[in-house]
């Protein structure tokens, strides 16, 4: 069964532009769920789909946007980058949602610079 | 609002020593916790999660970790470590909704030959 995958593993970007993630979730898993990983400020999330609908959300601006499609898969959008915006952008699924016990399933990354 | 302490940012110890990652949560509610591992150039991986039942939580790898309400605190153990446990190691709680986990800030542990 293959596992979370992330595309692209790196990125390179200068400031202002505008970036798009991807994350394929395992066979069968409907929940998706992002974060920033930065060696200052850990793991932070970002936003979780299900069924096509951002179900919670973290504190980040307005410039930080995803969506999830019919097949489960989403893509995560960052607009304006900023120098700060740079760290490994981590994608999670599971299976459901709602019960806080779900075992999350983490990608590879993507790894963001931004110049 | 759930947070969660890790205490120590990095903990080195040498191969087949015995090794205690300490996290502390605090939350207004019940909570789900759990310990992530992750490897150089990985995401992250599951080694063990306490929802409810016995304190004393087993996980993969031979590590184990115990939940105590009073202290509010789970942390992490494992007898004799060995150099493929070199990694960083997360805690992160989960109350009763959703997907948003909040993680600690990490250990970082190394194993020395």
């Known amino acids: 069964k293959a596992g979370v995958t992330q595309t692209p593993r790196y990125l390179i970007k200068t400031r202002g532009q505008q970036v798009t993630l991807s994350c394929s979730p395992i066979?069968?898993?409907?929940?998706v769920s992002w974060y920033q990983q930065t060696p200052g400020q850990g793991l932070q999330f970002l936003f979780e789909?299900?069924?096509?609908?951002?179900?919670n959300k973290g504190n980040f601006p307005g410039r930080f946007s995803g969506r999830q499609f019919s097949n489960s898969r989403s893509e995560m959008n960052v607009s304006t980058l900023e120098l700060g915006d740079s760290a490994l952008y981590l994608c999670?699924?599971?299976?459901?949602?709602?019960?806080?016990?779900?075992?999350?399933?983490f990608g590879s990354g993507t790894q963001l610079s931004v110049l | 609002a759930q947070s969660v302490t890790q205490l120590d940012s990095q903990v080195p110890v040498f191969e087949e020593a015995p090794v205690e990652l300490r996290c502390n949560y605090s939350?207004?509610?019940?909570?789900?916790l759990f310990w992530y591992v992750q490897y150089p150039n990985q995401g992250l991986q599951l080694l063990l999660k306490?929802?409810?039942?016995?304190?004393l939580v087993k996980g993969i790898n031979g590590f184990e970790a115990e939940f105590n309400k009073s202290q509010t605190s789970f942390h992490l153990r494992k007898p004799s470590v060995h150099i493929s446990d070199t990694a960083e190691y997360f805690c992160?709680?989960?109350?009763?909704?959703?997907?948003?986990?909040?993680f600690g800030p990490g250990t970082r542990l190394s194993v020395l030959p």
């Open positions: 999670a699924s599971s299976k459901a949602r709602g019960v806080g016990h779900e075992k999350l399933f």
């Open positions: 306490y929802l409810s039942g016995s304190t």
């Open positions: 939350s207004s509610v019940s909570v789900y």
């Open positions: 066979s069968g898993h409907r929940s």
């Open positions: 789909y299900f069924s096509e609908t951002q179900r």
């Open positions: 992160a709680v989960n109350e009763n909704y959703g997907q948003n986990f909040v």
